[in-house]
């Protein structure tokens, strides 16, 4: 199912919504907006075997960050610092641009 949107982008500050890191605050380490799912950083974590290599002869388990559903995070403003729903707003230069329902602040 490709979505091909989501309100957050890499970089974002987030608040996790549900599943067992509910209530983490993170950064955004990259966005898979085909899949609708985001990388955030030290959320879901899991364990991946990896098998050796020459560039790591023993080889072993590896924990890393697996992507979850965009919907189960929102995003923190950068100015009020509360998590916050976005609008699309334009601007008079007719530039796209991200605000906070909150405060009102245009956060890019």
């Known amino acids: 199912m490709a979505q091909?949107?989501?309100?957050v982008r890499k970089g974002d500050k987030v608040?996790?919504?549900?599943?067992?890191d509910k209530g983490k605050?993170?950064?955004i380490l990259s966005a898979l907006?085909?899949?609708g799912k985001v990388i955030v950083e030290g959320v879901n974590i899991v364990k991946k075997h990896s098998r050796p290599t020459q560039a790591m002869p023993q080889g072993g388990i590896r924990e890393v960050e697996a992507p979850l559903y965009a919907s189960k995070v929102m995003l923190i403003c950068p100015?009020?610092?509360r998590?916050?729903?976005?609008?699309?707003?334009i601007m008079p230069d007719g530039k796209?641009?991200?605000?906070c329902k909150r405060c009102q602040e245009v956060i890019d």
């Open 33 to 35: 907006p085909r899949e």
């Open 4 to 7: 091909g949107k989501i309100h």
């Open 96 to 99: 796209r641009v991200r605000q």
């Open 15 to 20: 608040l996790i919504l549900s599943g067992k």
């Open 25 to 27: 605050r993170a950064k």
């Open 79 to 81: 100015s009020c610092q």
């Open 83 to 89: 998590p916050t729903r976005i609008a699309k707003k």
